[in-house]
């Protein structure tokens, strides 16, 4: 699986992190079957709060873009946030018995905190790229999850979770994701952007949200 040529290198840069946070517990759980589901709605509930942090970082992305290409690209998976994956969230906490009103009102763990925050102020603080950076782990890591556990999860009353980071909807975003982070990357540093200067800005940044992953993944698992 190839989301494009600066994923891979971020990927690599992130080590270890980068497999505790794509074979956490949490999600080897889901695979198997095994995760309570008083685990499971409790990360829908944080999940909810932290879509809406990502929506906005992505809105972000819109006034940092370059191109209209890039706010285009960027919109639309602001869009797709709002009107797609927050409402499967809505969907399956309603038929847990919690309302959308309820789901809202959800206290917001401090694990979120961090890992929402962090994503701003990397588009606050820094540039187009370093917010990109910050958005990768999570867009590209659940379409990576989504198709190692798609290969071995026939089983486990999660299959639903599974089949949407995995199905080739989502997986088809992770392909635009990546073409839009390799080519505005290109754009601002050239052919080999691992030989330029902020090159591991970039690196850190990923890593750094890698890391906040493996966190919310351990909050999740913790009602």
Not at 80 to 104: F, N, P, R, T, Y
Not at 131 to 153: K, Q
């Amino acid at each position: 699986m190839s989301y494009g040529d600066c994923f891979g290198l971020w990927r690599q840069a992130a080590g270890q992190d980068w497999h505790d946070y794509t074979h956490h517990g949490f999600v080897e759980a889901l695979r198997d079957g095994s995760l309570p589901r008083e685990s499971f709605l409790h990360y829908l509930k944080q999940d909810y709060l932290f879509l809406v942090h990502f929506a906005r970082a992505w809105a972000l992305a819109v006034t940092k873009a370059g191109t209209i290409g890039e706010m285009r690209a960027c919109a639309a998976t602001c869009s797709a946030l709002i009107d797609g994956e927050m409402q499967l969230h809505v969907k399956s906490c309603a038929a847990e018995g919690v309302d959308e009103a309820s789901l809202a009102a959800t206290t917001e763990r401090v694990e979120n905190i961090a890992y929402t925050r962090y994503v701003l102020d990397a588009g606050h603080s820094g540039d187009f790229l370093e917010l990109l950076a910050a958005l990768a782990p999570c867009v590209l890591g659940y379409g990576e999850i989504g198709t190692r556990l798609m290969e071995n999860a026939e089983n486990t009353p999660y299959r639903d979770w599974i089949e949407t980071y995995g199905g080739p909807d989502y997986q088809k975003s992770c392909a635009r994701a990546g073409a839009l982070i390799d080519d505005a990357v290109r754009r601002r540093l050239g052919d080999t952007p691992e030989n330029s200067p902020g090159w591991q800005v970039l690196c850190d940044r990923f890593t750094t949200a890698t890391r906040l992953e493996v966190g919310f993944w351990q909050m999740a698992a913790t009602p």
